[in-house]
């Protein structure tokens, strides 16, 4: 909690506390169910555009650089703007940049689309995840977990209802318009709930909000975040593709395995307070972090549909507890402000989503997918072995 807040600052209540809890968690859906959108129709996107896995590797960079670079000035923005502010011109930039990305005329548009896209999903996910270490500070209650298997839920629905309606034969590029603009709406309504100014603690000069370069136990965090944040990005974006062309599924039903990815998230995520507070994170998040390498590997090794489908929960459940863990202690790192201190460790997180497309793409290219695939496999044990560097808590 915090111990001590600057002079003159009032601390919110708890029916205030209470509403700002239930604003976040709808921008940790909103943002899940876009993501699980985006993620069921990235073979739509190859297909729309004749690509290649490793054109459509450029594309899936585009976002990414997008992301990493935003986050040099996520702090600034989220203390200028405020949290509500973030989130609002951030849900509408989403929404819209999804709605057409299978409308552009050809590649040249879609990928300044996505630097955008990607730029702006940076700054509103610094902003709600700054929102919930607030909240956690000021409650002195854990929600990081639950906020975090909210944005899985979310993104398990976005993926079902995707499934559904290709099923059904609607066309993607309707789907994601439809759910774009709809998603976007809908957070920006919420969002009146938020805090937006958090209390500032006593001796903060206003100067900490600035982009902190990682370094030390930041820096540790942050290498950390970079495999798993690795390993969640290769299964977002290329999970349902894997499934499709080198398993045989079609693409409704391809997109299940994103739903069951995502879904076993939520459920250990929405566990994952509880879990945090009976077990060291180190143990938790090495253990995890193992069960995710042995599921991902089963799946690689028996290219079955079936088992493919519960490896993903697997590996899904056992990635749960990584961000929510390394976001939260990020932020007990003295001098630096929740939002930049995520955003450092983000900064370097995020270089993960810069590597694994290209990284992916050129491995799918000159190998092939299942092989590129093994790199959830590398990524998780990495982590498992440096779980042991995760600061302890107080």
């Known amino acids: 909690m915090i111990d001590a807040v600057a002079p003159g600052e009032v601390l919110p209540d708890a029916a205030r506390l209470s509403r700002a809890r239930k604003a976040v968690r709808w921008q940790f859906g909103a943002l899940g169910f876009l993501s699980g959108a ?3 129709h990235i073979p739509s996107v190859k297909a729309q555009f004749g690509l290649t896995e490793g054109t459509l590797s450029l594309v899936l960079l585009s976002a990414a650089l997008g992301a990493v670079s935003s986050l040099f000035f996520a702090g600034r923005v989220v203390e200028r703007l405020g949290v509500r502010g973030v989130v609002r011109l951030g849900a509408g930039v989403m929404g819209v940049a999804l709605a057409l990305v299978l409308h552009w005329p050809g590649l040249w548009a879609v990928l300044p689309a996505m630097v955008l896209f990607g730029a702006l999903m940076s700054c509103y996910d610094v902003s709600i995840n700054a929102e919930g270490t607030a909240l956690e500070s000021l409650s002195g209650r854990a929600v990081m977990s639950n906020l975090h298997g909210t944005f899985s839920l979310g993104a398990m629905a976005g993926a079902a209802l995707c499934a559904g309606l290709l099923r059904l034969e609607i066309s993607p590029a309707w789907q994601l318009a439809g759910i774009g603009l709809g998603v976007s709406s809908l957070a920006w ?9 958090h209390p500032r603690e006593a001796g903060d ?16 965090i942050g290498l950390l975040i970079f495999t798993g944040m690795t390993a969640e990005g290769v299964m977002y974006d290329w999970c349902v593709l894997y499934l499709k062309q080198e398993v045989g599924m079609s693409q409704d039903r391809a997109a299940l395995g994103y739903a069951s990815f995502c879904g076993a998230m939520a459920l250990a995520r929405f566990g994952g307070d509880a879990l945090r507070a009976r077990y060291s994170e180190r143990w938790l998040l090495g253990a995890s972090a193992s069960l995710s390498a042995v599921a991902m590997a089963i799946v690689l090794m028996s290219g079955h549909p079936v088992v493919s489908l519960i ?11 990584v961000v929510p863990i390394l976001f939260n202690a990020a932020t007990r790192v003295p001098g630096v402000s929740r939002a930049a201190a995520i955003a450092s460790v983000s900064s370097i997180g995020y270089s993960g989503f810069l590597i694994g497309p290209p990284l992916i793409g050129f491995i799918a290219q000159s190998v092939s ?11 998780t044990v990495l982590l498992a072995l440096g779980a042991r560097r995760v600061p302890l808590q107080d």
């Open 189 to 197: 309504f919420t969002s009146r709930g938020l805090l937006d100014r």
């Open 369 to 379: 997918l299942t092989a590129a695939m093994s790199v959830v496999v590398l990524g």
């Open 311 to 321: 490896g993903y929960a697997f590996v899904g459940a056992g990635l749960a507890p």
């Open 205 to 220: 000069d206003g100067e900490k909000a600035h982009f902190a370069w990682p370094r030390g136990l930041l820096l540790v």
């Open 38 to 40: 985006w993620g069921a």
